[in-house]
Each structure stands twice: as structure tokens, then as C-alpha cells.
């Protein structure tokens, strides 16, 4: 990368310094605020798979359950995972699912009061949670696909 380019991306982007390393983002600065965000993701699969599932005929047993769990546990364990976030005090997380014809919806909610934000917290929670119901899920379905993971909605107060 060209030091003009570097430049540019460094005033662009919160995660990059003057000569464009990265670099985690100073917060310290930054009232404590109360600080919500949800994501969204969503698994398709066959209707056949639904079916099973409400069912709870599925061979790894209760799917929506340990999906919910690694959800919250995910969103729990962000700053592990994700280099420069910040590991942040989470005061909830809630994952919920919505079945449909062909399709789980996967919606995390986290809560915070801190320095940043919570999107990744939420993202992390939703993705982890569509990927453990993939995993659940495999054994039945040869076709299923994640997709939509994004940020639903980012608030504080």
C-alpha cells in the first residue's frame, strides 16, 4: 500500500494509524453510555427440516436450545475472537428464533453499558447461533445456507 493510500485509509477508517497499522480504537475519552444493538441472521433449509424440528425429531436433539446457548455464549466471548474489539461488560444478550416455511430467523439482542458499542456483540451472538443450528442440522439437510447476517437496529442512551 502506497504511503498516500495509507494516509487516506487511516483518516477513513477508526482502526487504522497515521501510517495505516492497525490499532485498537481509544475509547477511554468516551462517556459510559447505556447501549443496545440487535443482528439479525437466517438459516435456509428445506421445510422438511422445519418440520423435523418442530418435531424435535432432529438426531442432536433440542437444536434451539444449544443454538440460543452458543448464541449468548458467543456474543459473551466477541473480544476473543474479533482482534481489536473491546471486551465490553455485557449486561444482557438474548437470542430468539423465528421458524418459518423454510427458514430460521435468528435475531440477538446485547446490552451494555460502556465506552463503544455493542453491533458486534450482536452480530457475533447471531452468526455463532445460525452456525450451531447449521451444525445441528446437517445430518438432515445437504441444502442449507446462512445468509442476511447485519445489524437490525443500534442505539444508546
Known amino acids: 500500500m502506497s504511503a498516500s493510500a495509507r494516509k487516506k485509509s487511516a483518516a477513513t477508517f477508526s482502526h487504522l494509524d497515521a501510517a495505516g497499522a492497525a490499532r485498537m480504537v481509544g475509547v477511554g475519552a468516551k462517556p459510559v453510555q447505556h447501549r443496545r444493538a440487535s443482528a439479525a441472521a437466517r438459516l435456509v433449509c428445506q421445510p422438511a427440516t422445519i418440520r423435523a424440528l418442530r418435531a424435535k425429531a432432529l438426531p442432536k436433539g433440542d437444536v434451539l436450545t444449544v443454538a440460543q446457548v452458543a448464541g449468548i455464549q458467543a456474543a459473551k466471548r466477541t473480544a476473543e475472537l474479533i ?20 427458514a430460521i430467523d435468528v435475531l440477538c439482542t446485547a446490552e451494555t453499558s460502556a465506552k463503544t458499542g455493542v453491533e458486534m ?29 447485519h445489524v437490525v437496529e443500534k442505539v444508546k442512551t
Open 121 to 149: 456483540e450482536a452480530l457475533t451472538g447471531a452468526s455463532i447461533a445460525a452456525l450451531t443450528l447449521y451444525d445441528m442440522c446437517k445430518a438432515v439437510d445437504k441444502t442449507m445456507r446462512i445468509e442476511g447476517v
Open 83 to 102: 482482534p481489536l474489539c473491546h471486551p465490553l461488560p455485557l449486561d444482557r444478550v438474548a437470542v430468539e428464533f423465528t421458524l418459518r416455511r423454510d
